[in-house]
């Protein structure tokens, strides 16, 4: 399997797991929600989660996303990028978290209070980047 079949196997979906790697290395599984952006996949998070602080150390990771109806997973390794933390209600992460938030859920109520609790909740991207991928698609 190629990292595009991946991707737009996982293009369909909004929810996966992200693995990263504790201080001591051993992994550490969050359940995220998720869109795939520009080749690559896009996660929004704070800046205080575990998860953040482990990819500020080490940003390798496996994007795992699994179908058990069809037995059909994908595992993707990939190298992953921090944004920086929304620190005004128009600056470039918002922006970005608003098409996150478009690409997952599709429109807000209210875009002017999502920019304030964006700021507010020290929002931040995680971009995934593939490297390479396994799995088996039915």
Do not use: C
């Not at 737009?8 to 797991?17: E, F, K, P, Q």
């Not at 620190?87 to 920019?115: K, M, N, Q």
């Amino acid at each position: 399997m190629d990292i595009d079949e991946a991707l737009t196997w996982a293009t369909g979906r909004r929810n996966g797991v992200l693995i990263t790697l504790r201080r001591d290395g051993r992994a550490q599984s969050s359940d995220v929600a998720f869109a795939v952006i520009d080749g690559r996949i896009d996660v929004s998070v704070t800046d205080d989660r575990a998860k953040t602080r482990n990819i500020a150390r080490d940003n390798r990771v496996v994007f795992h996303l699994t179908d058990p109806p069809s037995w059909s997973y994908v595992s993707i390794d990939a190298l992953a990028e921090l944004s920086p933390v929304a620190e005004a209600p128009d600056d470039s992460t918002v922006e970005e978290l608003i098409a996150l938030y478009r690409a997952v859920a599709g429109e807000h109520d209210d875009w002017d209070e999502f920019r304030r609790a964006m700021v507010a909740e020290k929002r931040r991207v995680i971009r995934l980047r593939p490297q390479s991928v396994t799995g088996q698609i039915h």
